[in-house]
Antibody, heavy 118, light 104 residues
């Protein structure tokens, strides 16, 4: 059974860099986009960006100047970095598996809560 | 591309037929998915390509539409269906709608 396991720092101060990781356990790794999505407390879903196995990434314009998504195919891991965080970046961050052709996310990690507070 | 879901909240009873609408700010053909999110859980994919039921999703869920207007219908609401539903456009910068909370 394919699983996505997430980890990373959960409490940050404003201006710090958010860093999260997502490990893909089992199943195919190369035939998908790997996506980061966040959800602020009590709010809806926000697509942050995605990366494919060759390292080609797409980002939401709202965070493009602060975000970086990388992939390590040897470790089957995807990473998210978001610089200069503010309170507005407080959210539950999910990694998800997304189809290459039908771009829907059919497998989600458990989510990592990141709180930005001074 | 902006997605507008309506209604934002919906009160219903078990057994009801429920319809949620998602409108796109521009033509997205069939590039739309629907998700269900129960409280405290990650979203679950219900439908992709506007009307293709994802594996394992009960047949009481159905999707329709194309272009700029789409609907998710639940025929015979079950207790486990009380959740929040999101549409997502799969065309460019995969944005989500604001969500529809289905309450008892």
């Amino acid at each position: 059974q394919v699983q996505l396991q997430q980890w990373g720092a959960g409490l940050l101060k404003p201006s710090e860099t958010l860093s999260l990781n997502c490990s893909v356990i089992g199943g195919s790794f190369n035939n998908y986009y790997w996506t980061w999505i966040r959800q602020a407390p009590g709010k809806g879903l926000e697509w942050i960006g995605e990366i494919n196995y060759s390292g080609s990434a797409n980002y939401n314009p709202s965070v493009r100047d602060r975000v970086s998504i990388s992939i390590d195919t040897s470790k089957r891991q995807i990473s998210l970095k978001l610089t200069s965080v503010t309170v507005a970046d407080t959210a539950l961050y999910y990694c998800a598996r997304t189809g290459l052709w039908v771009r829907a996310s059919d497998l989600w990690g458990q989510g990592t809560m990141v709180t930005v507070s001074s | 591309i902006q997605l507008t879901q309506s209604p934002s909240f919906l009160s219903a009873s078990a057994g009801d037929r429920v319809t949620i609408t998602c409108r796109a700010s521009q033509d997205i053909s069939l590039y739309l998915a629907w998700y269900q999110q129960r409280s405290g859980e990650p979203p679950n994919l219900l439908i992709s390509a506007a009307s293709t039921l994802h594996s394992g999703v009960p047949s009481r869920f159905s999707g329709s539409g194309s272009g700029t207007e789409f609907t998710l219908t639940i025929n015979g609401l079950q207790p486990e269906d009380f959740a929040t539903y999101y549409c997502q456009q799969l065309n460019t910068y995969l944005t989500f709608g604001g969500g529809t909370k289905v309450e008892i």
